[in-house]
């Protein structure tokens, strides 16, 4: 399924609770196109917008152990973007940051790749992730 067989009016509340900005969007494509861009994956429309009382199709996922060992050189990355959740990829390793839990260690170079390919993420100090989970 798809945004495209939602009315313009579901898209904005889409929009809207995603905190995507769509003020110079011009039509339902547009619209689209914006939210897309801003990375709302359309199943997290669904389930928290479009039809949050709905049961959620599960899809079982299989993520590879992401070892990082005494030798890896490692960094607390935050999400700062607007989204509930939002998944980033690097080196083929996905990293699943939430609203409940913007802070993910990766390794260095895959934060690296996150850093300069997505807005909205960058570096933690190590005394905002104590205040955030003392």
Request: charged letters at 35%; proline letters at 4%.
């Amino acid at each position: 399924m798809s945004y495209e067989k939602h009315t313009v009016k579901d898209l904005k509340e889409v929009a809207e609770y995603f905190g995507v900005d769509i003020s110079s969007a011009k039509g339902k494509e547009a619209i689209i196109a914006e939210i897309n861009a801003d990375g709302v994956e359309y199943a997290d429309a669904v389930r928290l917008v479009l039809a949050p009382d709905e049961p959620a199709e599960v899809e079982e996922v299989v993520a590879p152990a992401q070892v990082i060992d005494d030798n890896t050189a490692t960094v607390v990355v935050k999400m700062t973007r607007k989204n509930p959740t939002y998944e980033a990829e690097a080196h083929g390793r996905v990293y699943r940051f939430t609203k409940e839990n913007p802070f993910v260690l990766l390794r260095e170079d895959d934060a690296d790749v996150i850093l300069e390919r997505e807005e909205g993420f960058r570096v933690a100090s190590p005394k905002e992730v104590r205040e955030f989970y003392g």
